[in-house]
């Protein structure tokens, strides 16, 4: 059974840094192919892709908040970070990290329940 | 550019089909994926690689393509199926996207 579990504050101020944890099992980054992503959702609107690390770690980042976003992973306990600079009311959001697979697609076929982060004084 | 543009909303008479579409440059090379998402839920993967259903999504969900153009339709739709979608896909420098989402009501 693949499981994912994002972890993290839930109210960070604005200029902190957020770090958030991806906890998950069914997988391991030790197979070849194998990446997670994190991807967020602000109130009412869509999802917007953040950052990808794959099992080799090659690592994706989106353009416009590349300059913020570090993701990396610790193999033997399965999990992935991803850290976000300069936080801003505008990324309260909803994060959530999934799996994806080189070589298969862009997809994310299990995903983590998400966590939501305020960002406020 | 790597954008994927949806149409905000659609309607749809139970029973009856919809289709939803996922514009954008980085699908005439690449596939587009499909997910779903209720209201408070995770999102949920309904077709991969452009067409392929994963294990337990319904036969009335289907994926196809055209140019820059990606396509899900869903055959006789269900009142469980309203939800919000949206594409996803990956551009030429191994990045994703998602698209802007599409409101599915089944009236």
């Known amino acids: 059974q693949i ?26 980054f030790i197979s070849s192919g194998v990446g997670v992503g994190w991807i ?7 999802l917007e892709w953040l950052a990808l690390i ?3 770690e090659d690592k994706r980042y989106s353009p416009s908040l590349k300059s913020r976003l570090t993701i990396t992973k610790d193999t033997p ?12 009311p505008v990324d309260t959001a909803t994060y959530y990290c999934a799996r994806t697979i080189y070589g298969s697609g862009s997809h994310y076929d299990y995903w983590g329940q998400g966590t939501l982060v305020t960002v406020s004084s | 550019s790597s954008e994927l543009t949806q ?3 659609v309607s749809v008479a139970l029973g009856q089909t919809v289709r939803i ?11 587009a994926s499909w997910y779903q ?16 259903r994963p294990s337990g999504i319904p036969d009335r969900f289907s994926g196809s393509s055209l140019g820059n153009t990606a396509s899900l339709t ?6 469980e199926d309203e939800a919000d979608y949206y594409c996803n896909s990956r551009d030429s420098s191994g990045n994703h996207v998602f698209g802007t989402g599409t409101k599915v009501t089944v009236l």
């Open chain 1, 3 to 28: 499981t994912l579990k994002e972890s993290g504050p839930t109210l960070v101020k604005p200029t902190q840094t957020l770090t958030l944890t991806c906890t998950f099992s069914g997988f391991s």
């Open chain 1, 40 to 46: 967020r959702q602000p109130p009412g609107k869509a």
């Open chain 1, 54 to 56: 794959y099992w080799d």
């Open chain 1, 77 to 88: 306990k399965n999990q992935v970070v991803l850290t976000m600079t300069d936080m801003d």
């Open chain 2, 7 to 9: 149409d905000p909303a």
């Open chain 2, 21 to 31: 579409t996922c514009q954008g440059d980085s699908l005439r090379n690449y596939h």
């Open chain 2, 37 to 52: 998402q209720k209201p408070g839920r995770a999102p949920v993967l309904v077709i991969y690689g452009e067409k392929n």
């Open chain 2, 74 to 79: 869903i055959t006789g739709a269900q009142a």
